[in-house]
């Protein structure tokens, strides 16, 4: 098993996660213990949880991106307050980056804030989500409009649960292992750019660098003042798509493909309005292409896209802020693009 500090909790990765999730509990004497569950995780990780866990309350909402919002965090509330959870309560989030940033917010809220504890089960919420305090739900379509940051007591990631995702989860929190590896470590970079598919990958190496590049931006800066904002690279044109999609398809992009467009059009951004070279953003087409499959634009309102940039909480009185690339492997922040650039940066995307 291994640990890697986080400053003010631990993350532990490996086998022996779920017993050390026991100690855990057992040492802190909660009141009460609390799971929260989806449909998915209540079926196919819930059962392993409970062999090592006793005397737990379970939790459940509903599983997806359009049910992370208020009326799920009442839910979860409700909850509490019906079992008379106190403040030595603890919720355990067991689920992906969806039910993880919710039930973050819900206990971060709940009494003005009762411990909570990360048990992520998808490679997305192992490698970024479950990492650095975020908690929060979307409000009026835009994303993460409402939340905090408040720690996890700890986080215990048990890579066995990835084998119960179907791949396009897989390849969802790809886009964010890439996205560590362009703003901080080119070596990294060189070793995913080596793989021939996600089937070859050693996903336990992935997730330990990833954690290891997360956990030091964050501990730097944890209330993201500064060079936490690397960790938007891709995020800005990828959730106002993220949320594009919500809303207008009948089958909408999960999170990290969204980045994964988002990633190529800051890519392009960087090309033009910063120092990336043109080898380099040829070099991130590539691999991105590799595994995410070309998202068509021919229905998408390029305005509205815009728009919806407008709402991202990175941005300030001078416009829209970008992460961008000074090269692979270094991320530069605070850049202000215009919506020509932003629009070209679109269509760069939509030509490929």
Known sequence: ??????????????????DALLAHLIERSYSQVFVLVDENTEKCCLPIVSQI???IKIIRITSG????????????????????ADRQSVLINLGGGVLGDLGGFAAATYKRGIDYIQVPTTLLAMVDSSIGGKTGIDYNTIKNCIGTIQPPAAVYIYPRFLK?????EILSGLAEIIKHALIDDEAYWEYINKM???????LEYLILESIKIKSSIV?????????RKLLNFGHTIGHAIEAYSLLHDKAPLIHGEAIAIGMLCEAYLSNTCSELSSKELQAIEAIVLKFFPKYSFRNIQLKDVIELMYQ???NNSDGINFTLLKRIGKGKINNTCNESQITLALNYYDSL
Not at 219 to 225: A, G, I, S, T, V
Request: charge should be negative; hydrophobic fraction near 30%.
């Open 312 to 314: 991202d909480k990175k």
């Open 1 to 18: 098993m291994k640990e890697i500090n986080a400053k003010d909790y631990s993350i532990l990765l490996g086998d022996d996660t779920l």
């Open 53 to 55: 866990l006793f005397d």
């Open 196 to 202: 021939q598919s996600i089937d070859s990958a050693d």
């Open 65 to 84: 991106e359009s049910n992370k919002n208020i009326t799920s965090t009442q839910i979860i509330w409700n909850e509490l307050l019906q079992h008379k």
């Open 164 to 168: 119960t995702l179907p791949e396009r």
């Open 219 to 227: 501990k730097k800066d944890p209330f993201e003042q500064g060079e």
